[in-house]
């Protein structure tokens, strides 16, 4: 989805965009989440995941993460991207994806980190949704004793993202509506073939 807006967003030699950055840090900002993953429910919840045959190897994995990284997933993520050496940009990057990044992002004027952190949120675990459809996802999985923001910083996230929104659609030639499961798929084959 990242490739597909900047891709489309109007004069992006006045912005800074680097495609290859945004797509790499889109693509590794999830590299520490088996630290946060209940993997007793996520084999059944996700079977596409292929993790039953293999559950206690995945446990220890887990385990080992945990050991290396501590116990924050985002925070596992931006060390792994250190690690593996990709460019400081990318670093940057992923560590401008996620809840506690919203209002940063809406008032930055650095439109990858607007593109990576929208991207995140039009992707839900049943695959490209709207920003709408993305938020009440968000509030029913992470609802009560599993709250990730406490309810005033929830809503602005919610605010702040919708921000995101209009800034980016404002630069360029297509609509939130555009960016579907059909519109990225030749993008996500491509994908498929993208070196680090």
């Given amino acids: 989805m990242a490739d597909l807006l900047v891709s489309n967003i109007l004069n992006p ?7 290859e950055d945004i797509v790499t840090a889109c693509l590794l900002h999830d590299v520490g989440n088996i630290i946060k993953f209940d993997l007793d429910i996520s084999h059944q919840l996700h079977p596409e995941l292929n993790i039953t045959d293999n559950i206690e190897h995945w446990k220890d ?12 997933a985002h925070r596992a993520s931006v060390a792994i991207t250190k690690e593996i050496g990709v460019e400081e940009r990318v670093t940057e990057l992923v560590n401008a994806i996620g809840f506690g990044q919203g209002k940063a992002n809406a008032q930055s004027d650095d439109f990858g980190r607007k593109i990576c952190a929208y991207s995140d949120m ?18 029913a999985r992470y609802q009560g004793e599993r ?26 030639n297509i609509i ?17 073939n993208f070196s680090l």
Wanted: net charge positive.
């Fill in 13 to 19: 030699s006045s912005l800074i965009l680097d495609k």
């Fill in 61 to 72: 994995v887990k385990k080992s993460f945990k050991a290396k990284y501590g116990e924050d």
């Fill in 122 to 139: 039009r992707v839900s675990p049943k695959g490209v949704v709207s920003l709408k459809e993305r938020m009440a996802d968000l509030r």
């Fill in 147 to 172: 709250a990730v923001l406490p309810p005033k910083l929830a809503v602005e996230f919610e605010q702040a993202l919708k921000e995101i929104e209009k800034q980016i659609f404002a630069k360029a």
């Fill in 176 to 192: 939130p509506e555009f960016i579907s499961e059909e519109t990225i798929r030749p993008i996500v084959e491509k994908l498929k």
